[in-house]
């Protein structure tokens, strides 16, 4: 018999619970909207559930990388150390999902695989992978940034004859490296903090770089009770600088104007002073504030972290190739733990495979066009389909059928309003789109943002009897050329990375992060809301 499928009916359907859908989830709740989050994986927590690869740690500072949304979560979590690892991030989230009571709505191992928008209804129509179908008046994305790994099409991978992994899907179960020849090939923030972390363990350590990073000391430390005390009792200080912040972070200090005003002693005092403390923030915030706009500022910077690299790594032409080249800054600036120092050891060696590509994956290992490097295991740190690869691995489709994907591939540029919604696609939210300050700021602050500008309009809709709101191709148009000119006017865009697509063979290239700064972008968010949603079609 022909059984009809039941479909259930919510006022929102959210994908992923990382950071974004367990806050989503909470707001929508609280505001009284019949909501279900739905995570592929086994378990809450994003990408922090899947990173679990030896070294994984975040490198902003701890209490900044928190939620600020409840005064009694800030200050009844501790947290160990300033940079957290991986599993103490998790278990914060696993915290805050139980702490809120919200894992009653979310429904784990379940892959939103399509999501299509009907004109009839204007509600969404969505499926999962296990045959449910879901209507839903709201479709809200918190898929995150980084969150679809980029596997390179390497001929010959299923012929390895050893294990390989990806650093962002990495095995619950242990993985054994103990004694094994291991090959990790990328040289990202996750290759960086791979590499140091692996070497004592391994019999050898064979590291394929692209490109050469520069890399500054975190200088990681447990948290001195009396620092996270008072940052507790002005917790409202905090979380209003954080908010207003350009980055997102509650900071006090001011970079300097510029790094060509003062001499080149002066210059080094500042620079020695920021690697001496640690962390990329000393850097950024610190010493210039033209580190990112000038390319001679750049360079002072750039010099000072080579001629580091050089003092740092023994053997010349090991250092020599470890030396970067490009715009300090115009890739996703890196710190690490003994990084440089772990080439001194005699079980690691590098290869340079932008001299000398890879050919293919053979039964034993690597081979590159100077040879064969035998291997027991590859990890692959060769990062993410950034920005929009999540979005596309879901069949999104809005009015007449269009898919986000022939939307902002077909046309000549991803467009989106403030990154949060765009045209064609009505009532879907996007927490980080494309066109947000998402991953060029401390993306909880980033997050907690989107989150309640998206709950504050559907309460709107809802109190106002709008059944449809849509972004206007205009205010779209307006707000995607202002984003690009912003961004062009800095180096960011003049540099091969994931922030332009570049790392992900065929990818158009298209810098997708709203670099005007947090605080200015929540005052516009605000400003947008505060006219009755100027630049979107209500009706
Ligand atoms: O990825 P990446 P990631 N052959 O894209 C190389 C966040 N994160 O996972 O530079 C050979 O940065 C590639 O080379 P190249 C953070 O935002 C946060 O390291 O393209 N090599 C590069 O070396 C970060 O930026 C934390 O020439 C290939 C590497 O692989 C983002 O995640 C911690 C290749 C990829 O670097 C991504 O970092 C860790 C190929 N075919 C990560 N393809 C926190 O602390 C790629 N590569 C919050």
């Known amino acids: ?125 969505i499926q999962t992978n296990e045959g449910s179908t879901l209507s839903a008046k709201y479709f809200i994305s918190g898929v ?47 290759g960086i903090q791979v590499i140091p972390a692996i070497a004592p363990e391994v019999d050898h350590l064979t590291v394929f770089q692209r490109t050469a990073q520069y890399s500054v000391p975190s200088r990681n430390h447990a948290y001195d009770p009396e620092y996270v005390r008072q940052v507790k009792d002005n917790f409202n200080e905090f979380k209003r600088k954080r908010r207003y912040s350009f980055g997102g972070f509650p900071n006090d200090i001011e970079a300097r104007p510029s790094a060509l005003e003062d001499t080149p002693e002066e210059r080094d005092h ?28 750049n360079e002072t910077l750039s010099v000072f972290i080579r001629n580091k690299i050089k003092n740092i790594v023994h053997d010349p032409e090991t250092a020599e190739k470890l030396s970067p080249t490009y715009y300090y800054g115009t890739k996703r600036p890196i710190q690490d733990t003994n990084y440089y120092e772990t ?14 590509p890879i050919m293919e994956i053979t039964p034993k290992g690597i081979r590159t066009t100077d040879g064969e490097y035998e291997l027991d295991i590859i990890i692959f740190a060769t990062g993410y389909d950034a920005m929009t690869g999540s979005l596309f691995k879901i069949d999104i489709r809005g009015k007449d059928n269009v898919t986000l994907k022939e939307k902002w591939e077909n046309g000549e540029q991803t467009k989106t309003y403030l990154g949060i919604a765009t045209s064609g ?6 927490i980080t789109g494309p066109e947000s300050p998402s991953v060029l700021s401390n993306v909880p602050t980033s997050i907690e943002q989107h989150v309640e500008w998206i709950t504050d309009c559907i ?22 050329k202002h984003c690009r000119e912003v961004a062009e006017a800095t180096l960011f865009t ?46």
């Open 494 to 539: 003049k540099t091969d990375s994931w922030y332009t697509g570049a790392n992900v063979p065929g990818k158009p290239r298209r810098f997708l992060i709203y670099l005007g700064g947090v605080g200015p972008y929540r005052e516009k968010c605000s400003e947008i809301a505060f006219k009755g949603y100027e630049g979107f079609s209500l009706q």
């Open 270 to 297: 500042l620079y020695e002073a920021a690697w001496q403390k640690g962390g990329v923030s000393s850097f950024f915030l610190e010493t210039y504030q033209d580190l990112t706009a000038n390319e001679d500022a």
């Open 425 to 430: 696609f009505p009532n879907m939210f996007m």
């Open 144 to 190: 995150g940034c980084l969150s679809t790994a980029n596997v390179p099409k390497f001929k010959g991978l299923d012929r390895f004859e050893g294990k390989w992994y990806h650093t962002g899907n990495w095995p619950k179960e242990q993985v054994s490296l103990k004694g094994k020849r291991v090959g990790v090939i990328g040289t990202g923030s996750t």
């Open 1 to 125: 018999m022909n059984q009809k499928k039941e479909v259930v009916h919510l006022d929102a359907v959210v994908v992923g619970a990382g950071f974004s859908g367990l806050y989503m989830l909470y707001r929508l709740r609280e505001a009284g909207f019949s909501t279900r989050v739905f995570e592929a994986a086994d378990g809450v927590g994003g990408v922090w559930h899947k990173n679990r690869y030896p070294g994984a740690r975040c490198d902003n500072e701890s209490i900044d990388y928190s939620f600020t949304f409840s005064e009694e979560l800030f200050k009844e979590w501790n947290w160990s150390e300033k940079f957290s690892k991986q599993s103490e991030i998790l278990e914060y989230l696993n915290y805050v999902a139980d702490k809120f009571d919200l894992r009653r709505d979310i429904q784990l191992n379940t892959r939103i695989i399509s999501a299509h928008y009907n004109e009839e209804d204007n509600r969404w129509t």
């Open 343 to 356: 080439y001194n050891r005699d079980n690691v060696s590098l290869v340079d495979v932008k001299a000398n």
């Open 459 to 480: 309460e709107y809709l809802r109190d106002n009897d709008i059944e449809i709101l849509e972004a206007k191709e205009d205010a779209e148009e307006a707000w995607s």
